[in-house]
């Protein structure tokens, strides 16, 4: 880990003028930067630490039904939430997939917004890595990529976002305040991920020195609550990155759907809303032939990036899995492992 | 050290051995002051780190010197050019274990993680910083990464000095016989030990003697192998070993990085610590190697086995050799009046491969036990029965009988618990009441009981209480209960009046503990020291007319809780204490040593057996797998502890569904550079994996193993278990995945 | 640069100097504070060996800068047990044979009794191997740890009713 300044401002304020020094990062729980600082991914000449700025760990219930969450809230806290865990299942259930217990008490909200990729080659200063150095080149383009992206990928990247959180609050409607020097503005976090194009090194919207301080879910995405999964595929039962992932809401009037909220995760640069699917299901009556045909929508565009073409079929089904698990109603509690395929779901038959 | 504070329940008089203790170390393991060797830290001492390469072949043209010794803290960087002479050259090749090792000799790179550079600092950060700093240049040349790559050649010898090749009656004959015929390609990957514990050294010089606190599971070959290298007495060096945070034969041989701490020590000459980072771990500490494995069986109509052919792929380093012996299951398994075993190998520009948990049996078990499997299914039979069928009376090899095998009651008793006798035939045939497949499957165990050679040396003393030494080694399979139970018995004493030394150089040579054999060795040579000071305090007596032992004659004393008696009159005797006290001694020495029975070794096979029984659940249409429930029954003659010895087989048990379905190292082909070199990518079983284990000791009397009749129990687990949780996904999917581990992709067919 | 931070490890306040703002708490207690029963098995998040409590809660020591931490209580596993008594789940750890090498175990204690403070797991062995999953034990130990989480749990519920009684 390289030398740095260290610095601890008392207000939003001071942070931001703080991090506007070129070469400054912002610190939170540092549960993904000081790991990215270790391995010689990042080497920021000065660390901007959170902890002192007040008002950034609370969550706040909004007039609208909404809820308004500090960008330095636990993840554990904000999943054990009971109010929000009740109005937001889908979302406390992907923050409980998320890596650990250990981990999930230190990471905050923004910071998991803000996580890198897994990808091997970024973490590996010695690969050619466009977004670690842009213009040197994509090693996992023709390397070992069979977890790589299917969506929304280009030549100099192909790199996925690694948040389970992400996944439901992007379906979820969420918004993301941020504070920059310029004053506060707000981005829906379907627009504050950027996919690579040709600057794979540019992941968000945020400019140099802006700070995320909260992130918003309005009070319509609370009436998916009685029907809202998370489903994670996972190469060991816990404590993995996803596969695949999937998050569905539907809010059912009269047994047919009158709202579909569905995304994906693991499969681009980006946590990955599907509009097009959502379409599909507006106005139909949930069963496994619609889910289908929603999944076939979501990944219509889906080409693999290298020896991962076995994701987009995989995508599919846990959308359908989302689906059907999201259409029978969400659990009185959440399975004792969560997002897990291999939770008992209870009053579901999805294999007949 | 000195001995432990016991924390030890269940404590009894009388025998000791068979008593389910818990670990006299487990109160310092549970109070976190079970001292590690990173623990340490000697007065003065100072950090380093490695600079490592990330290339796999070439050579290193340029280190940035002046950018690591101007970060603040940063004492001396250690490279070829100012690197202590050693007296002897690290590549040469004293035996086939005495392993290459890179100590900085030269500009040549031969694998990714080859250390480059060794940086001193006074904080583990400004060592850490100041080895990235070097960021070294390369000359690169084109480097073989796979399997596929490079001129295939038969190896002199396989594992530890084993023929490449083994045949025993004419396979091709047995083939063209055959009614049925299987042939089936299994593939396994690199793996690599990953202990918990990361490869560390402290070492200290004082002129030319050498003190290292350092985890190794064979002191005495350390200990020679460091003379050797630094031109020293080997009673110059004292290493401390008391506990190691686990090993899996990563740290049998000393390794590399461990010596260059020790020349970093005489570079700067201060006390250094070196400690290896999780990454580093990928490299010079040793793997398992990957295979390719072709399976040929035949049988006849009545599903007998008419011939086993198992050919092994395997792969070596460019630079060394050690070839991993996956055929050796083969030989003595199942029954078949032909059986051949052959192997061939490439070189790869990689670390040297090296012993990790039942090398071998562990990769060559999960092929054997899969096409066993298909070939039970290609002739309609029950997996178990097909085995019963082929059950080998005496090893099929060598015509043997065995020493011992209760392999039909691991078989029993393993079914009967699992309840196997509910399991369909075909595949694809069970679900629960969430829709999850559900298979079951079974693999059988084995390992060979082997020894060592090791020493220890007892006392009894005038106070009545006793001592036992042997330099035994525990990796965390429970050394510092089971040998001092051993001790205990061996001097008829309760086992708290008795001092156990161990971990240290400076004792009794107690042999590598490796291969499963190190309770069989060690508890031979307590056993052999305790008797033989027994014997020594017996001669004193009987020689003494004032005692009431005396001309009792030969065999004619006996030892029972700290008192010699007569055989004929155990009323009769007196208490150690009494007979040293007239004697005028303050204590009284005997020696052991344990050693392989060469002639018993001639007429007997000689192995431990189980059977392992496994439910997997298999999501039909995702294909996440779990391994829900395993039952393992093992025979493995005399159980010193129970409760550690379920424990072992727990271990290896899940070592087992981490071979088929969880661990593998994924290797960039271009670079052979392991691209999860990490624990949160290269995936070793979580908790939350292997939800239900049952581990079923079945009795054995072994007359013919050793006197105790010890088998060893370290490394059989993983055996069996692996191929009866890949058994088990086939049952479940219908899908035979012969990669492994299996893929989530490999299971997507059939949804 | 220096700076100055304080810490309660273990009941006790401790004022310490940081000459280096890199120093995590990982490396703060084993290097400078001479605690070294936390062990650093990867360093970077993927273990659970390094685990000890914050604030009452269980975190990677590994990935928390000390300096960030000013201010902070930190239990360590030195620090669990009543003098000579074992805590419940130390004790328990023995009793079901909950390790093996030991070199994840304070690590492995740490996080069940951070667990059991959550009081999210309950008495299901599912929800506890679950919240287990973030501690690697490569020997294996699993079953043992998964037993002695839910004992030690139990004997603390009922050591406290005794105590309310």
């Known amino acids: 880990m390289n030398r740095f300044d260290y610095v601890r401002p008392a207000t939003v304020a001071e942070a931001v003028a703080a991090a506007a020094q070129p070469g400054s990062a912002y610190l939170a729980a540092g549960t993904n930067l000081l790991d990215l600082m270790k391995g010689g991914v990042m080497r920021p000449a000065r660390l901007v630490d959170l902890a002192r700025v007040p008002g950034l760990d609370v969550i706040e219930a909004l007039p609208d039904g909404g809820v308004r969450i500090g960008a330095r809230v636990r993840n554990s806290d904000l999943a054990y939430d009971p109010g929000f865990a009740r109005r937001f299942p889908a979302v406390a259930e992907a923050l409980l997939s998320g890596a650990s217990a250990q981990l999930r008490n230190a990471a905050t909200v923004g910071g998991n917004l803000l996580q890198r990729t897994r990808c091997a080659y970024f973490y590996d200063p010695a690969s050619a890595c466009n977004k670690r150095e842009p213009g040197a080149g994509c090693d996992a383009r023709d ?146 032939e619609a889910f289908r045909r929603a999944a076939e929508a979501a990944l219509s565009e889906a080409q693999p990036s290298g020896d991962n073409a076995f994701k987009i079929e995989l995508a599919r089904r846990i959308l359908v899995r989302a689906l059907t698990l999201a259409a029978a109603g969400t659990p009185e509690r959440l399975p004792a492992l969560p997002a897990s395929p291999h939770a008992p779901h209870p009053g579901v038959s999805l294999h007949g | 050290m000195a001995e432990l504070a016991s924390s030890a329940a269940h404590v009894r008089h009388g025998s000791s051995i068979g008593q389910p203790l818990t670990r006299r170390d487990g109160l310092l393991k549970v109070t976190g002051q079970a001292r590690y060797a990173a623990d340490n830290h000697p007065p003065g001492m100072l950090h380093a780190a490695l600079a490592v390469s990330s290339v796999a072949r070439g050579r290193v043209t340029g280190l940035d010197l002046e950018a690591a010794r101007a970060h603040p803290g940063v004492v001396a960087v250690m490279t070829p050019e100012n690197r202590p002479a050693l007296a002897q050259d690290p590549d040469e090749k004293a035996g086939p274990f005495v392993f290459r090792m890179e100590l900085l000799q030269d500009d040549t790179v031969r694998y990714v993680g080859q250390p480059v550079a060794v940086v001193i600092a006074e904080t583990l950060e400004a060592a850490t910083e100041g080895a990235a700093l070097l960021a070294p240049r390369y000359a690169t040349e084109p480097v073989s990464t796979g399997l596929e790559d490079g001129e295939a050649f038969v190896p002199p010898a396989v594992g530890v000095g084993a023929p490449a090749e083994v045949r025993h009656g004419d396979v091709e004959a047995g083939l063209v ?161 032909a059986i051949a075993t052959t192997s061939d190998a490439v070189r790869l520009d990689t670390g040297t491969p090296i012993f990790m948990r039942a090398p071998g049996e562990a990769s060559g078990s999960i092929a054997l036990e899969g096409a066993i499997d298909e070939m039970a299914a290609a002739c309609g039979m029950d997996p178990l029965e097909f085995r019963l069928r082929n059950y080998a009376e005496v090893e099929p090899t060598s015509g043997k009988p065995f020493s011992s095998k209760a392999l039909r009651e691991c078989y029993a008793q393993g079914a009967e618990s699992f309840g196997w006798s509910g399991r369909p035939l075909a595949p694809r045939q069970m679900r629960d009441e969430d829709g999850l497949l559900v298979g079951w499957g079974v693999g059988t165990a084995t390992f060979p009981a082997l020894m060592m050679h090791g020493q220890a040396r007892a006392v009894l003393r005038r106070d009545g209480s006793g001592l036992i030494e042997t330099g035994a080694h525990d990796m965390g399979q429970g050394a510092w209960t089971a040998f001092a139970q051993i001790a205990a018995d061996s001097l008829a004493l309760p086992i708290n009046q008795v001092e156990f030394r161990a971990g240290h150089s400076g004792l009794p040579d107690a042999g590598i503990a490796g291969g499963s054999a190190h309770t069989a060795t060690a508890g031979m040579a307590i056993h052999g020291a305790g008797a033989d000071a027994i014997a020594r305090l017996a001669e004193l007596a009987m020689a003494d007319q004032r005692s009431p032992l005396f ?176 058994n088990a996904v086939w049952h479940a999917t219908g899908v035979r995945v012969r990669r492994f581990p299996i893929a989530i992709e490999a299971l997507l067919g059939q949804p | ?134 501690n690697l034990c490569r020997c294996g130990a699993y079953k043992g740890i998964t037993e002695a989480v839910l004992e030690a749990q139990r004997r603390m519920v009922a050591n406290a009713e005794e105590k309310a009684a």
């Open chain 1, 143 to 288: 390397g070992e990529n069979r977890l790589h992206a299917v969506l929304g990928w280009s030549e100099q990247c192909i790199a996925t976002h690694p948040s389970d959180f992400c996944v439901p609050l992007v379906a979820l409607g969420a918004v993301v305040e941020i504070e920059g020097k310029a004053g506060r503005r707000e981005v829906p976090l379907e627009e504050f991920h950027c996919l690579p194009g040709s600057t794979p090194e540019r992941e968000s919207v945020l400019a140099p020195g802006e700070l995320i301080v909260a992130v918003r879910l309005p009070g319509e995405a609370a009436s998916f609550a009685g029907h809202a999964r998370y489903v994670k595929l996972r190469e060991r039962t816990s404590y993995a990155f996803a596969v695949v992932s999937a998050a569905a809401g539907l809010r059912l009037v009269d047994g047919a759907i009158a709202e579909a909220r569905l995304a994906l995760g693991g499969v681009a640069a980006k946590p990955w809303r599907v509009p097009e699917a959502e379409a599909v299901l507006r106005g139909v009556r949930p069963g496994a």
């Open chain 2, 177 to 337: 016989a055959a009614a049925r015929r299987v042939e089936a390609v299994y593939e396994t990957p690199a793996q690599y030990h990953n202990a918990m514990e990361p490869h560390a050294v402290v070492a200290a010089w004082e002129g030319d003697r050498l003190f290292i606190d350092t985890p190794s599971q064979g002191l005495a070959m350390a200990v020679g192998r460091v003379a050797g290298l630094f031109g020293i007495p080997p009673e110059n060096i004292e290493i401390r070993s008391p506990f190691l945070g686990g090993g899996f034969g990563s740290k049998g041989a000393i390794s590399g990085p461990q010596v260059l701490g020790i020349l970093a020590a005489k570079l700067v000459g201060r006390p250094v610590k070196l400690v290896l980072k999780r990454d580093q771990m990928y490299g010079p500490v040793g793997h398992r190697a990957p295979t390719r494995q072709t399976l040929r069986l035949g049988v006849d109509g009545e599903g007998a086995l008419t011939a086993l052919h198992h050919h092994v792929r395997t792969t070596s380093s460019r630079y060394d050799d050690f070839f991993e012996p996956s055929g050796s299951v083969s030989h003595t398994l199942y029954a078949s009046p």
């Open chain 2, 551 to 726: 001309g009792a004659g030969n065999a004619g004393v006996v030892a029972r809780e700290g008192r010699l008696v007569r055989r004929d009159d155990e009323s009769r005797g007196e208490s150690y204490a009494e007979i040293l006290a007239r004697a005028g001694l303050d204590e009284i020495e005997g020696r052991g040593t344990g050693a392989a029975d060469q002639a018993a070794q001639q007429h007997y096979a000689m192995h431990a057996h189980g059977a392992v029984f496994a439910e997997v659940k298999v999501d039909p249409e995702l294909g996440q797998i779990r391994a829900t429930r395993l039952v393992g029954a093992f025979a493995a003659g005399r159980i010193i502890n129970p409760r550690l010895v379920r424990s072992q087989y727990y271990g290896g048990m899940i070592w087992g569904v981490s071979f088929a379905l969880h661990e593998a190292a994924v290797v960039d082909r271009r670079t052979g550079r392991v691209m999860n070199a990490n624990l949160g990518e290269y995936h070793v079983p979580v908790n939350a994996d292997v939800p239900s284990l049952e581990a079923i000791l079945v009795d054995e009397v072994d007359p013919h193993v050793n006197a105790l009749g010890i088998k060893g129990v370290g490394e059989i687990g993983i055996t069996g278990s692996a191929g009866a949780v890949a």
């Open chain 3, 1 to 134: 640069m220096s700076l100055s931070i304080t810490l309660t490890v273990n009941a006790v306040p401790r004022t310490i100097a940081l000459d280096d703002p890199r120093v995590t708490l990982l490396d703060l207690l084993r290097e400078r504070l001479d605690l070294t029963g936390t062990k650093k098995g990867c360093d970077r998040g993927q273990c659970g060996a390094c685990t000890v409590l914050v604030d009452g809660r269980r975190v990677n020591s590994c990935l928390a800068l000390a300096a960030s931490l000013d201010g902070a209580e930190v239990l360590t596993i030195e620090g669990l047990a009543e003098g000579e008594v074992p805590h419940p789940v130390q004790a328990a750890f023995i009793e079901h044979d909950a390790f093996q090498c030991g070199f994840c175990t304070p690590g492995q204690i740490m996080s069940a009794v951070g667990l059991i403070r959550e009081a999210q797991a309950g008495d299901d062995p599912e929800r506890v191997r679950e919240a287990m999953s973030g």
